[in-house]
């Protein structure tokens, strides 16, 4: 008893300690808003002016009249930095088309996959004749397509395209980080065959076989360096968030991979310790980064005004840098590992409030006012629900971590719940909405059947919730039947069957719209529907 | 530069705080533990047996990791006693698990250490456990119309095999099978550090006489 709370006070002052070191590196106060720094992402002149390429030409008018607020109108952006922001957009076209494709493949397959996974646990006798059809094989290969295929891949898109428009310079090495987006791309195929022939390594998140990590490792060196070296070659004075978050991004998951991967090091106890920081830290220092980062961009962006506050950004990026990084050990409460390394992340779980209020507040205020701006924009609907999710899932979160809560929902499908809140209502709609922000600008061409995004939302949005809600209950219920000694095991079993179901539907949704969205994707890239007129690439109603 | 610098400092220095408290702390913790007397390592079947165990997902729907009785009644349910570090000294890779769709394995050679039984429930779990959704696993087995002196018939409830067939484990089965009756962590174990750390001679007076492992 002594020692949990020594460790726990121990845990505590560390991160205070760590917190205020940070404060102190930044030096500016931070209760300033820092209005300069938040509108680096504008152009002279452009704040006022929407900005959603997702939308066709007549409704950016209706959005723009929609968005007005008094003050505007009087200034026109600057041509010549436009013209910066148009070459630095045509330097990334390339390999960014190329991880956004790879990225829409990989979503199509692991959906359906994950959807095969959820159907054999209330269909057991469904596709059993083959071991490559088995639960254990179907399950894990839609988990390394969707983490690795579609999350990684699209953020490495994003970072590429977002980084030289942020840094107002043409992306530097592109062959290289296209040599990188093949060796990654690579290392996920090998890795899926190789888990389908019941090649593995074994442990969540880490069953790509290292032999075959290699490639992945090497490819994102790959495409880190040119990263760092466009970002040293920079033109614009200060960093912008969506740089920090998306540089430290790109360092952590490489030092990740490559930490969890080595071979022979890790054994027993001190290996599971190792799986499940690894496992959580590839959510909360590579998904979760680059996606917020993702808003801090495209939501201010899109509506055309800087964020509220940008140093509480800031200290959002150092409080989640520092805390996210130790919260894994809450995976292994009530396990065979050391009672303090527990306690410590169940700490720092709780302290993971800081960096997403810090978010949160943002968002709020910058919206506030302007919700009814969801109506007009798609990208800022999808960004929007996903910050809103991002909010919810971290928060509860933080409170599944805690011993009591997690005498229920440990190893339970409650935590498979929260984990798809997590890497589909936060991420994946964050993605989906970056990219339709995204391919215009990249393809030069319109979405051709605006109406589909719309239906790819709803599909998506209802589908999640259907998951989330019906899951949550009957994992809960499971964990319920679980601590109860009374009745049988077979009771938890039988509680779950009818919430499996409503997950099978909820997943059919999710395909459903990833069906759209693929083909939209397709219909886009083969050159359907309208084109644009020339690079017109900014909506600026002078230019119409 | 002082932005970049700072960035990826930064960045590297709470990735270092967390590698440490989380990777090399625990390495440095156990990596002196000893095997408790009563575990042996495992046999290359038994390891043939794992191999199978981990290609076949077997640990995203069993744990192998029993918890106290003051968080969970795991031993009620006879999954056996709390696990402590030395219990997992041969496992490379580890197989914790984070799921219980089904019960936990770490004792299930004590509890059903039938190889008729085991075989049978690989082949269909739903002949044993009515309402169970574990999976089938035929293909580790063959249907024959007649067995070989040699081979192995899987003994199945009437109805469960086609008829006029027989079922024959596949070498892959019964390594399968041979790792599950290993599973049997039922030996003693030093009491919990507390108790041990009171006081450096007691530690050593009070260490319970490790008793011959299990009943076989």
């Not at chain 1, 410590?344 to 949160?360: E, G, K, N, R």
């Not at chain 1, 190893?411 to 989906?432: E, I, K, N, R, S």
């Not at chain 2, 770490?106 to 429930?121: A, E, F, T, Y």
Request: aromatic letters at 12%; charged letters at 15%; glycine letters at 10%.
């Amino acid at each position: 008893m002594e020692s949990a709370i020594l460790s726990l006070l121990g845990a505590f002052l560390l991160s205070i300690m760590g917190l205020f070191v940070f404060i102190w590196s930044l030096r500016k106060g931070l209760l300033v808003e820092n209005p300069k720094a938040a509108s680096a992402i504008f152009v002279a002149g452009e704040i006022g002016h929407t900005d959603d390429p997702a939308l066709g030409r007549g409704d950016q008018q209706r959005f723009q009249t929609a968005a007005a607020e008094s003050g505007d109108g009087a200034h026109t952006p600057d041509q010549h930095e436009v013209e910066d922001r148009i070459s630095a957009d045509r330097s990334s076209a390339f390999p960014v088309f190329m991880f956004i494709a790879f990225a829409c493949m990989w979503l199509l397959f692991g959906g359906i996959a994950g959807l095969t996974a959820s159907l054999k646990l209330h269909m057991p006798d469904w596709l059993v004749s083959d071991a490559w059809m088995t639960f254990g094989r179907i399950r894990t290969v839609h988990l390394t397509a969707v983490l690795y295929g579609w999350i990684t891949n699209a953020e490495l898109g994003l970072i590429i395209w977002l980084m030289p428009r942020l840094l107002r310079t043409p992306l530097m090495g592109n062959l290289w980080i296209m040599l990188g987006g093949a060796l990654v791309n690579i290392a996920i195929a090998s890795g899926i065959g190789a888990i389908g022939a019941g090649w593995s390594d074994g442990m969540e998140y880490l069953e790509m076989p290292w032999q075959i990590g290699i490639f992945f490792a090497a490819g994102m060196v790959c495409i880190v360096v040119p990263v760092l070296y466009t970002l040293v070659n920079r033109k614009v004075d200060s960093l912008y968030v969506t740089t920090w978050y998306h540089t430290a991004g790109l360092l952590w998951i490489t030092m990740l991979f490559i930490v969890g991967k080595l071979p022979g090091v890790h054994f027993g106890v001190q290996q599971a310790a190792m799986n499940w920081w690894y496992g959580h830290n590839v959510l909360g220092l590579w998904f979760t980064p680059v996606a917020v980062g993702a808003i801090y961009y495209f939501l201010p962006k899109v509506i055309a005004r800087p964020i509220r506050s940008y140093n509480l950004s800031i200290l959002g990026f150092w409080t989640l840098a520092f805390f996210y990084a130790q919260v894994g050990g809450h995976h292994l409460v009530g396990g065979p590992v050391p009672g303090w390394l527990v306690t410590l992340s169940i700490v720092q779980s709780m302290m993971m409030i800081v960096p997403v209020l810090a978010f949160s507040i943002n968002m709020a205020l910058t919206m506030r006012g302007r919700m009814r701006l969801a109506l007009y924009s798609p990208t800022l609907r999808f960004m929007m629900f996903g910050g809103a999710m991002y909010f919810l899932s971290s928060l509860q979160g933080s409170f599944e971590a805690l011993r009591s809560v997690q005498r229920v929902a440990h190893f339970t499908h409650f935590t498979v719940a929260h984990a798809h809140l997590g890497a589909y209502g936060f991420v994946t709609m964050v993605l989906f909405g970056a990219i339709y922000f995204m391919m215009p600008r990249i393809l030069n061409w319109e979405w051709p059947y605006p109406r589909l995004i719309a239906w790819h939302f709803w599909l998506a949005a209802i589908g999640i919730t259907i998951y989330f809600v019906g899951l949550s209950y009957g994992g809960w219920l499971q964990g319920l039947a679980m601590l109860d000694e009374t009745r049988p095991f077979m009771d938890s079993v039988a509680v779950t069957i009818p919430w499996l179901q409503w997950r099978s539907l909820a997943g059919a949704l999710m395909v459903a719209s990833h069906l759209i969205f693929v083909g939209h994707f397709l219909a886009m890239a083969l050159r359907f529907g309208p084109n644009r007129a020339g690079a017109a690439l900014f909506a600026h109603p002078s230019r119409n | 530069m002082e932005n970049e610098v700072k960035l990826t400092a930064g960045a590297m220095v709470t990735f270092g705080i967390a590698v440490a408290a989380l990777v090399v702390l625990p390495y440095i913790q156990v990596r002196d533990v000893k095997p408790p007397e009563g575990l042996k390592p495992y046999t290359s079947a038994e390891l043939r047996g794992r191999a199978s165990y981990i290609s076949n997902g077997c640990v995203y729907c069993h744990t192998q990791q029993p918890r106290s009785e003051s968080f969970a009644p795991d031993a009620k349910r006879g999954w056996g006693r709390a696990s402590v570090p030395g219990d997992y000294v041969y496992d490379r890779p580890h197989l914790l698990g984070s799921m219980r769709t089904g019960p936990d394995l770490m004792n299930i050679g004590v509890r059903q250490p039938s190889k008729d039984w085991q075989l049978g429930h690989l082949y269909q779990p739903r002949a044993y456990v009515p309402g169970s959704i574990m999976p089938p696993f035929p293909y580790l087995f063959e249907l024959k119309d007649q067995a070989d002196p040699d081979e192995q018939v899987v003994t199945l409830p009437p109805g469960t095999a086609p008829s006029g067939k027989v079922v024959v484990a596949t070498p892959e089965a019964l390594d399968l099978v041979k790792y599950l009756q290993a599973l049997r962590r039922n030996y003693p174990i030093l009491p919990p550090e507390p108790q041990a750390a009171d006081g450096a001679k007691t530690s050593s007076s009070t260490r319970p006489t490790p008793k011959p492992a299990g009943a076989s």
